[in-house]
């Protein structure tokens, strides 16, 4: 059974940047799985901001990242990755990801009820 593991979160000043990591653990693997990036503010519900496709040729970004985020995977290395640049206050939230083991074949989903695999969140915090 797939398990996911986060890294990278931190303090990062307005207008910087950061890398998070999302990786399999405990033997499994995350090549059949799409991958999606959510986060959670204080207050806030949780939001999708990002996924791609079981071979990574597919990758989707909210209207709120896009242009900022990007996201790429190596299923060779057992992780994705969410490289985020120009952070903003506003994108200070728990970030996590998680894996959907039935996508529709070629295509991935932000939304949180189409994953079955959550891994525990790192927080980014963004403030000067």
């Known amino acids: 059974q797939l398990q996911l593991v986060e890294s990278g979160g931190g303090l990062v000043q307005p207008g910087g940047s950061l890398r998070l990591s999302c990786a399999a653990s405990?033997?499994?693997?995350?090549?059949?799985?799409?991958i999606g990036w959510f986060r959670q503010a204080p207050g806030r519900e949780r939001e999708g901001i990002s996924c791609?496709?079981?071979?990574?040729?597919?990758?989707f970004l909210t209207d709120s990242v896009r242009g900022r985020f990007t996201l790429s995977r190596d299923n060779a290395q057992n992780t994705v990755y969410l490289e985020m640049d120009s952070l903003k206050p506003e994108d200070t939230a728990v970030y996590y990801c998680?894996?959907?083991?039935?996508?529709?074949?070629?295509?991935?989903?932000?939304?949180?009820?189409?994953?079955?695999?959550w891994g525990r969140g790192t927080q980014v915090t963004v403030s000067s």
């Open positions: 998680a894996g959907d083991r039935n996508p529709i074949p070629g295509f991935c989903s932000v939304d949180s009820r189409a994953y079955d695999t």
């Open positions: 791609v496709n079981k071979s990574g040729q597919k990758v």
């Open positions: 405990g033997g499994s693997t995350l090549a059949n799985h799409a």
